[in-house]
């Protein structure tokens, strides 16, 4: 009687052994998926999150190359082509991207900026056995471009040596304004002689040699900069128009029209220019003793025309100061060649306005500037020897600021 008892306890202990180990069994296949599937989405999520570091470096990097194409002077359609391509390099792959300039949203919208958006869909591994949907990621940055300071003098050759060169006994001062040059030359901006210059810096693409010491607001010139485009390379060529319009060169005073000039200007005596835009098919002298003036004037020079002023001279002439060619008051043409252009003029000659040849030299070697200081200079490469002080506040009189040293930075 007694063994039948133990033998029945054993059986039963040994029956309920058995069940407990199948039911540890059965929970353990059942929650096995749960736990590879927890195990698997922290991975997965490191995984995601080490991509979306990736993804915001690609546009972070996509949105800087937009933006130096920018500065450099590039179209829309480059300036993608360079995001695009930076993408690529850093393994977008099959991802989307989007560039815009300005940005289409956020708080640059209205700025000189470039705003990139990036994005992948992601294959899942461990999180399979959840769903099949791809993960997508984005990504967005927008390089802004500032403008470190304003030009009142820009040489735009690339390469010319000396392509700024202030000599002689010149006597020069910019107020509020930087002396800029794209020549990567390693004398690109030159300061020789007795010459006196004061500037807010001097700013190169390339190099500065200074035979005598500048008074400038930066603590050294700025060398190894970013070149600039040109600043007025959206401003439209005029037009000539006919019939021709011809001098009366034997008069000692006389008002003459805006309009096409097919021979030239030879100006002497006493010359009125009436407001309006002048196409000079041929150079433009201005004899010793003229007297030349006009208001609200743009001169464009057509082809490789230059403009020549007497020393002896008195030249007051100021820009418009609204519409198409407002704050221009000499336009060269760029489709000239190589030339030079020498302003020169009495100490009580104003030039009011920009003086821009994209394709030529300017000799500045007048004792004048503009109404207020304002007279900016832009053209291929500057040699001045005279003695001028200039200011760069010059948006009351139309004209425009001249940027100088962009730099650019990740924003958002």
Do not use: H
């Amino acid at each position: 009687m007694a063994f039948n008892c133990f033998t029945r306890i054993r059986l039963m202990a040994a029956s309920m052994r058995g069940s407990r180990a199948a039911n540890v069994a059965t929970i353990f296949a059942l929650t096995l998926p749960i736990v590879v599937g927890a195990a698997g989405f922290g991975v997965e999520t490191s995984y995601w999150y080490y991509n979306s570091l990736r993804l915001q470096a690609t546009a972070d990097a996509a949105a800087y190359a937009g933006a130096l194409e920018q500065i450099s002077g590039s179209d829309t359609p480059t300036i993608v082509a360079a995001a695009t391509q930076s993408a690529a390099t850093n393994g977008l792959g099959a991802g989307t991207i989007v560039v815009n300039t300005p940005p289409a949203s956020g708080p640059n919208t209205a700025k000189k900026a470039v705003e990139v958006i990036v994005g992948q869909k992601l294959n899942r591994m461990f999180t399979l056995i959840f769903t099949q949907s791809q993960v997508p990621e984005q990504a967005r940055a927008v390089a802004l471009i500032t403008d470190a300071s304003k030009a009142c003098l820009r040489a735009l050759d690339p390469s010319a040596s000396q392509s700024v060169l202030v000599s002689g006994s010149a006597s020069m001062k910019l107020t509020g304004c930087v002396i800029m040059t794209n020549s990567i030359a390693q004398d690109a901006i030159k300061v020789q002689g007795s010459a006196a210059l004061q500037a807010d810096c001097l700013i190169s693409a390339g190099g500065v040699v200074l035979n005598n010491p500048v008074t400038t607001i930066c603590k050294a010139p700025i060398t190894q900069a970013l070149p600039i485009p040109d600043p007025f390379a959206s401003v439209p060529a005029p037009t000539a128009s006919n019939p021709c319009q011809t001098l009366k060169n034997n008069k000692t005073t006389q008002t003459i029209q805006p309009g096409t000039y097919c021979s030239g200007m030879d100006l002497s005596g006493n010359v009125t220019l009436s407001p309006g835009v002048y196409v000079v098919q041929g150079n433009l002298k201005i004899n010793a003793g003229a007297v030349v003036t006009g208001s609200g004037v743009t001169i464009f020079m057509a082809g490789s025309s230059t403009v020549s002023m007497n020393g002896n001279a008195t030249v007051t002439l100021s820009a418009p100061q609204s519409g198409t060619y407002s704050g221009m008051l000499f336009y060269g043409d760029r489709t000239g060649m190589a030339a030079q252009s020498t302003f020169n003029g009495t100490a009580d000659s104003l030039l009011t306005g920009a003086i821009y040849f994209s394709k030529q030299q300017v000799n500045y070697l007048g004792n004048f500037s503009g109404k207020n200081g304002c007279t900016q200079v832009v053209a291929d490469t500057i040699q001045w020897s005279g003695n001028s002080t200039i200011n760069q506040d010059c948006s009351s009189l139309g004209m425009k600021d001249l940027p100088a040293a962009a730099s650019v930075a990740i924003v958002e």
